[in-house]
């Protein structure tokens, strides 16, 4: 049964840093492209990044292109997300997510697994 198991959320003030880890059971790191999607109080999901799954290939929203890197280390079976310059408008429960493509994962379209999420909370 594929797990993804989010983790690193916190508090952090604004213009600080986060990383958070996304742990993955089984191959699915080698065999799916990954994806961070978040999902703010009163809004809509809405993707933020994704990596292919060779890892050549990555998209990011334009709310955080220049902020926020996305990685994988597939030896470890972990996904990350570096978010930097946290901005009160990042503040968002944030999941990762698996499917086949990262382009249909950048249109939230063809997601095959969720995590159960992580809490971000940024203060101003």
């Known amino acids: 049964q594929v797990q993804l198991v989010e983790s690193g959320g916190g508090l952090v003030q604004a213009g600080g840093s986060l990383r958070l880890s996304c742990a993955a059971s089984?191959?699915?790191?080698?065999?799916?492209?990954m994806g961070w999607f978040r999902q703010a109080p009163g809004k809509e999901r809405e993707f933020v990044t994704g990596?292919?799954?060779?890892?050549?290939?990555?998209s990011y929203a334009d709310s955080v292109k220049g902020r926020f890197t996305i990685s994988k280390d597939n030896f470890k079976n972990t996904l990350y997300l570096q978010m930097n310059s946290l901005k009160p408008e990042d503040t968002a429960v944030y999941y990762c997510a698996a499917g086949p493509s990262y382009r249909a994962l950048s249109m939230s379209r063809d997601i095959d697994y969720w995590g159960q999420g992580t809490q971000v909370t940024v203060s101003s």
């Open positions: 089984g191959r699915i790191l080698s065999t799916y492209a």
């Open positions: 990596i292919s799954v060779g890892g050549r290939f990555t």
